[in-house]
Nanobody, 123 residues
Framework: VQLVESGGGSVQAGGSLRLSCEVSGITEGTNCIGWFRQAPGKEREGVAAIMILGATTYYADSVKGRFTISRDNGKNTLYLQMNSLKPEDTARYFC??????????????????WGQGTQVTVS
């Protein structure tokens, strides 16, 4: 499985960005795919996730109403639309995939495949 993120960059507060994650080699056992972020000196935190079956979505409280996770199955691509960005959203954003039903959507330890990340800077 390979996950490749793109779409990061620098933006002013209040602006928008859309992150993309191209997924290849996905297996039938995939349970959930999501976005995490990590700022310097902080732990990696779950931002949003989407279940493969049923497409239920989950969001961290800090991004609800501002971020939207979606997927295009035909393109094997996951998206994160980020609006009304704040300086505290500054972090490296990672796409991740887990193939088991164990663990919560926001627990990074439950995910077994990761992309290399893309930097988002909000000033």
């Amino acid at each position: 499985v390979q996950l490749v993120e793109s779409g990061g960059g620098s933006v002013q507060a209040g602006g928008s960005l859309r992150l993309s994650c191209e997924v290849s080699g996905i297996t039938e056992g995939t349970n959930c795919i999501g976005w995490f972020r990590q700022a310097p000196g902080k732990e990696r935190e779950g931002v949003a996730a989407i279940m493969i079956l049923g497409a239920t979505t989950y969001y961290a409280d800090s991004v609800k109403g501002r971020f939207t996770i979606s997927r295009d199955n035909g393109k094997n691509t996951l998206y994160l639309q980020m609006n009304s960005l704040k300086p505290e959203d500054t972090a490296r954003y990672f796409c991740a995939l887990k193939t088991t039903s164990s663990g919560t959507w926001f627990d990074a330890r439950a995910y077994n495949f990761w992309g290399q990340g893309t930097q988002v800077t909000v000033s």
